[in-house]
């Protein structure tokens, strides 16, 4: 049974930072690329960063570039998300997803997705 289970999220300020979490279980983590999605309030889900099966090569939406970072490691069936100078907009559930093969930025593409961790960012 595949597990993808997000934590980390939180409340904090503007400016602030959180690192988020997804430890993954039941699949060959090695071999499937990983990415952060999230869905705010009455708006639809969007990708915000993916991550290829060795860490080589990660992309990110624009309005996440310079303040956000994916990373994994494949020791721990583990993939991250560091978030910094957080803005309001920010606010979203945030969800970690995988899927065999090369990245992707479609969530069609994915397979497999987490339960999701609220990430709330105060003006």
């Known amino acids: 049974q595949v597990q993808l289970v997000e934590s980390g999220g939180g409340l904090v300020q503007a400016g602030g930072s959180l690192r988020l979490s997804c430890a993954v279980s039941g699949l060959t983590f090695s071999t499937s690329s990983m990415g952060w999605f999230r869905q705010a309030p009455g708006k639809e889900r969007e990708f915000v960063a993916a991550i290829s099966r060795k860490g080589s090569s990660t992309y990110y939406t624009d309005s996440v570039k310079g303040r956000f970072t994916i990373s994994r490691d494949n020791a721990k069936n583990t993939v991250y998300l560091q978030m910094d100078s957080l803005k309001p907009e920010d606010t979203a559930v945030y969800y970690c997803?995988?899927?065999?093969?090369?990245?992707?930025?479609?969530?069609?593409?994915?397979?497999?997705w987490g339960q999701g961790t609220q990430v709330t960012v105060s003006s």
């Open positions: 997803g995988a899927k065999v093969g090369a990245t992707a930025q479609q969530q069609n593409y994915y397979n497999y």
